[in-house]
């Protein structure tokens, strides 16, 4: 072998740092495509307006917002079914993030004032972390990916034994760290032995002001070496969170790179397929809840399974697909007043038990909605509309998720034009409650408008079964024409209707 044949001097007159000879390494290492899975998990989106805003983790401490900004961006949508993409895993969610000089000056005290300690720093409750250690960074070994990148650059070495190609990558990945992160490092006082983690964890697209934001959130975790770093997150590649998600599980969770693979990342791992989770959801669930790792499974996560089955009543078969639909149940506290939202509602409807765990398992979002400002007002809007307790129940049973919805951007423009456009009644709901769920300007209105431009639509009442079909069975079905004619339709409608709210403004 060509590493072998080097001999001690010239090895000695061309070595560097370990850290450089990652770098080095890391310019050279391509990556090999993966195959991704496209199933999404649910969306678990909830008005925030009707959740209560005192929640707090099972321990009584504030709940971090980090954890529920899919909640509250899903919340800004009116529709549960008609809807695109909420794009929960966008790389865009953080690149707006800027940081001010006041913060930058409060990051330079908090480096002063760590220096003087020792650069200690106590890690919470979470669960088998790896702490930072130069003598245990300096004895890490390479990864094997790193060293077949580094042997095949040796085997490149001249009769001479010189490598010109691994010198010349050395010296740019040198000069490129020190230009890239240069400021940084003067800024967070961090040490260049860390640089191949930033320049690894950059492939995932974290930036200068990500970085300080994982400093202030969390130092630790851009303290520990490359090869740690690079080995858990290959590993949550290897059971499906998709590249993209990578970034935002970092800047949710950044003590999840320090989090050990065999103690912790596969012991939750194992803890979701036990639940009957199937193993192309296990990504996508670690992408909405990375917290979730912080968690103790016999001490945390179990309890909160146990619990949601032997006191809520949920069904051992369904706590997959409650899990599935909103794995944030998982990390939150357990609340007697979920409890409470379950008589409330058997009181209130005069249901039954079963019925109300229905709801639950459809809805899991249910039991955090606040009595007074979410789940009375919209059973009351069902009532005053002429709807008995007896169809209430039918519709919420069918469509728990009428309890996420806006009173005054949703459910009531769709019920002025289900009367007033449509000529139908309000018990129709009863039969077709996914009316609610659907968009009253993207499809609903332009189906509408489409068949009657084609002197289509049927005489009396409109038939809401002509909603539901996708665009493609709607167009066959009811329009007797191509998708295309009826989308380029809806376009001019919808730019109509935008020109109008743009006049009145």
Same mark, same amino acid.
């Given at each position: 072998?060509?590493?072998?044949?080097?001999?001690?001097?010239?090895?000695?007159?061309?070595?560097?740092?370990?850290?450089?000879?990652?770098?080095?390494?890391?310019?050279?290492?391509?990556?090999?495509?993966?195959?991704?899975?496209?199933?999404?998990?649910?969306?678990?989106?909830?008005?925030?307006?009707?959740?209560?805003?005192?929640?707090?983790?099972?321990?009584?401490?504030?709940?971090?917002?980090?954890?529920?900004?899919?909640?509250?961006?899903?919340?800004?949508?009116?529709?549960?079914?008609?809807?695109?993409?909420?794009?929960?895993?966008?790389?865009?969610?953080?690149?707006?993030?800027?940081?001010?000089?006041?913060?930058?000056?409060?990051?330079?005290?908090?480096?002063?004032?760590?220096?003087?300690?020792?650069?200690?720093?106590?890690?919470?409750?979470?669960?088998?972390?790896?702490?930072?250690?130069?003598?245990?960074?300096?004895?890490?070994?390479?990864?094997?990916?790193?060293?077949?990148?580094?042997?095949?650059?040796?085997?490149?070495?001249?009769?001479?034994?010189?490598?010109?190609?691994?010198?010349?990558?050395?010296?740019?990945?040198?000069?490129?760290?020190?230009?890239?992160?240069?400021?940084?490092?003067?800024?967070?006082?961090?040490?260049?032995?860390?640089?191949?983690?930033?320049? %690894? =964890?950059? !492939?995932? +697209?974290? $930036?200068? /002001?990500?970085?300080?934001?994982?400093?202030? *959130?969390?130092?630790?975790? &851009? @303290?520990?070496?490359?090869?740690?770093?690079?080995?858990?997150?290959? %590993? =949550?590649? !290897?059971? +499906?969170? $998709?590249? /993209?998600?990578?970034?935002?599980?970092?800047? *949710?969770?950044?003590?999840? &790179? @320090?989090?050990?693979?065999?103690?912790?990342?596969?012991?939750?791992?194992?803890?979701?397929?036990?639940?009957?989770?199937?193993?192309?959801?296990?990504?996508?669930?670690?992408?909405?809840?990375?917290? &979730?790792?912080?968690?103790?499974?016999?001490?945390?996560?179990?309890?909160?399974?146990?619990?949601?089955?032997?006191?809520?009543?949920?069904?051992?078969?369904?706590?997959?697909?409650?899990?599935?639909?909103?794995?944030?149940?998982?990390?939150?506290?357990?609340?007697?007043?979920?409890?409470?939202?379950?008589?409330?509602?058997?009181?209130?409807?005069?249901?039954?038990?079963?019925?109300?765990?229905?709801?639950?398992?459809?809805?899991?979002?249910?039991?955090?909605?606040?009595?007074?400002?979410?789940?009375?007002?919209?059973?009351?809007?069902?009532?005053?509309?002429?709807?008995?307790?007896?169809?209430?129940?039918?519709?919420?049973?069918?469509?728990?998720?009428?309890?996420?919805?806006?009173?005054?951007?949703?459910?009531?423009?769709?019920?002025?034009?289900?009367?007033?456009?449509?000529?139908?009644?309000?018990?129709?709901?009863?039969?077709?409650?996914?009316?609610?769920?659907?968009?009253?300007?993207?499809?609903?209105?332009?189906?509408?408008?489409?068949?009657?431009?084609?002197?289509?639509?049927?005489?009396?009442?409109?038939?809401?079964?002509?909603?539901?079909?996708?665009?493609?069975?709607?167009?066959?079905?009811?329009?007797?024409?191509?998708?295309?004619?009826?989308?380029?339709?809806?376009?001019?409608?919808?730019?109509?209707?935008?020109?109008?709210?743009?006049?009145?403004?």
């Amino acid at each position: 072998m060509a590493i072998s044949s080097l001999s001690t001097a010239t090895l000695n007159h061309r070595s560097h740092s370990s850290s450089l000879l990652y770098l080095a390494a890391s310019l050279l290492q391509s990556p090999a495509p993966r195959l991704t899975c496209t199933t999404r998990v649910a969306s678990s989106h909830s008005n925030p307006k009707i959740l209560k805003s005192n929640r707090r983790s099972r321990h009584g401490h504030p709940l971090s917002p980090y954890d529920t900004d899919d909640d509250a961006r899903a919340a800004n949508s009116d529709e549960l079914h008609d809807e695109e993409d909420d794009n929960w895993s966008s790389d865009d969610e953080f690149r707006d993030i800027e940081i001010s000089e006041t913060d930058r000056q409060r990051l330079k005290l908090k480096n002063e004032t760590l220096k003087g300690q020792g650069r200690t720093r106590h890690i919470g409750k979470n669960w088998d972390l790896e702490l930072s250690s130069p003598a245990r960074n300096l004895a890490k070994r390479p990864r094997k990916s790193v060293a077949r990148n580094v042997k095949y650059t040796m085997e490149k070495i001249d009769g001479d034994g010189v490598s010109s190609t691994l010198n010349s990558k050395v010296k740019e990945a040198e000069s490129s760290a020190k230009n890239r992160f240069g400021h940084l490092s003067e800024e967070l006082d961090l040490d260049e032995r860390y640089f191949p983690l930033l320049n %690894y =964890l950059s !492939s995932f +697209g974290l $930036k200068e /002001r990500h970085f300080l934001q994982m400093y202030e *959130r969390h130092m630790p975790s &851009l @303290q520990i070496n490359v090869e740690s770093a690079e080995e858990r997150l290959e %590993y =949550l590649l !290897s059971i +499906g969170v $998709k590249h /993209r998600d990578i970034q935002k599980i970092i800047l *949710r969770q950044p003590q999840i &790179l @320090q989090y050990t693979v065999e103690n912790n990342l596969k012991a939750h791992v194992s803890f979701l397929c036990s639940l009957g989770i199937p193993s192309s959801r296990i990504g996508q669930i670690i992408a909405a809840t990375p917290s &979730l790792f912080s968690y103790s499974v016999e001490n945390s996560l179990k309890p909160t399974v146990k619990y949601l089955k032997d006191e809520i009543g949920i069904q051992e078969k369904d706590i997959s697909k409650v899990v599935q639909l909103s794995p944030q149940i998982l990390v939150q506290r357990i609340d007697s007043t979920w409890k409470t939202r379950l008589n409330f509602l058997m009181k209130e409807l005069d249901a039954p038990r079963q019925s109300i765990v229905k709801m639950v398992t459809k809805h899991p979002q249910l039991l955090h909605y606040s009595i007074e400002d979410g789940l009375l007002p919209r059973i009351n809007f069902l009532r005053s509309i002429g709807m008995q307790n007896s169809e209430i129940l039918k519709v919420l049973t069918s469509l728990t998720q009428v309890f996420s919805l806006s009173l005054e951007a949703n459910l009531k423009p769709k019920y002025k034009y289900l009367v007033n456009e449509l000529q139908n009644e309000v018990h129709s709901l009863t039969k077709y409650p996914t009316y609610l769920s659907l968009s009253l300007d993207q499809r609903i209105r332009p189906r509408h408008c489409f068949l009657v431009s084609l002197k289509k639509a049927p005489k009396g009442p409109f038939p809401l079964s002509s909603f539901v079909p996708t665009d493609e069975s709607f167009c066959r079905q009811w329009a007797g024409t191509s998708v295309d004619k009826y989308l380029d339709f809806r376009q001019r409608l919808l730019l109509k209707d935008l020109a109008k709210k743009y006049e009145s403004q």
